[in-house]
């Protein structure tokens, strides 16, 4: 069907076993896995434990299912595992458009409701079988009547942001305050939804002037909670930044800078070596830059390999050369003691864990 909000959906009418059966996409057993889809229900009349997507298992048992459908005990529509199950969203909720997610890391469980945890409880081993349905479960016969769009099912925990990515997630409580910017077109900068792992993020607006915002303007290298500019503290070897662009940016070429307190205001820009297209896509990038990647900027003390004195940088900037304008958004900026930069690793590191190991000798020996 064609949904004026989603485009070409699955619309189910209801009734009795009425629903689309995906089949085996492996068994994962107690390993852990995530399941999410948006869905609309038809009415607020719909059976107690009518599935709508996920894992379902002939004969059910404690443990086994793991689905999101219509609840029993507490109401509602929300997340199921065979003897436990809680609610994301009430049944009138329900009649618009959600976001349901459910992630299992081999104990606990957590569900998410339009990209927010809604609670987490732990359940020990999972036993179900390699059975996925869309509309209904194996155990009854009663079936979804409303819309599902975008049903997944991942091997792995996703993690916060990565739902809230799927679920087009915005903050309803952006905070107002805006940053002095010491860009020198000024850009407008504040706070807004739509972040990677909290409820927030960074907003720049570009001009294509290579102009640097500075998302951590501490002048004097220093940060009011006693942060002091040390990039080496912990051994960190590597920057990450998340970011994300938007459809009607203007191509251009993102750029990182770290700016050195002393010797003073020594510079190094990293330029973004991943598909120049994620300016202008809306799903959250991480970016991966090696410290040692800026060993070739202005002349400086060295400290081991690096050539800024990471122990004092003042602030990182971003920015984009290009011939126009646009928004990216900036979020959790975090430095890693070892952060595997494939391009940065050694020659021999056929399978790109920036180690030589027996991991590299199977792949030469196929």
Known sequence: EDDPDKGQVLSLPGGDNVFVEVGEVGNFGAMPRSIACWAKADNTSIPNWTLIFGFTTPGGGTNTHFNIGSLGGPGGVGAHVWGWEATIFSDEQALEWRHYAMTYNGNTVRYYGDGKQVGATDRGALINADNVHIGSRITQASSFPGKVEDARIYNTVLTLGQIRTLADYTSTN???????????????????????????????????????????????????????GDFSLGGAQALRVYFKGDPDNAPGTLF???????????????????????????????????????????????????????????????????????????????????????????????????????????????
């Open 256 to 366: 990182a800078q770290l700016t050195t307190v002393v010797p003073s205001g020594h510079t190094q820009r990293v330029l973004y070596d991943g598909d120049p297209g994620d300016l202008m896509s809306p799903d959250w990038h991480a970016w991966d830059i090696t410290l040692k990647a800026l060993s070739t900027g202005k002349p400086a003390d060295p400290i081991e390999e690096m050539g800024l004195p990471i122990t004092k940088i003042k602030d990182v900037g971003v920015g984009v050369i290009g011939a126009g304008g646009g928004v990216v958004y900036f979020d959790d900026l975090r430095l890693y003691p070892v952060r595997c930069v494939p391009k940065y690793g050694p020659a021999a590191d056929l399978d790109d864990d920036c180690d030589v190991d027996e991991g590299d000798l199977r792949e030469l020996i196929g």
């Open 174 to 228: 952006p905070l107002s305050g805006t940053w002095s910017g010491r860009a020198a077109a000024a850009p407008a900068l504040q706070y807004a939804g739509g972040a990677h792992e909290g409820s927030q993020s960074m907003r720049v607006e570009y001009t294509g002037s290579g102009a640097v915002t500075r998302l951590e303007p501490f002048g004097d290298g220093k940060h009011p909670h006693g942060w002091n």
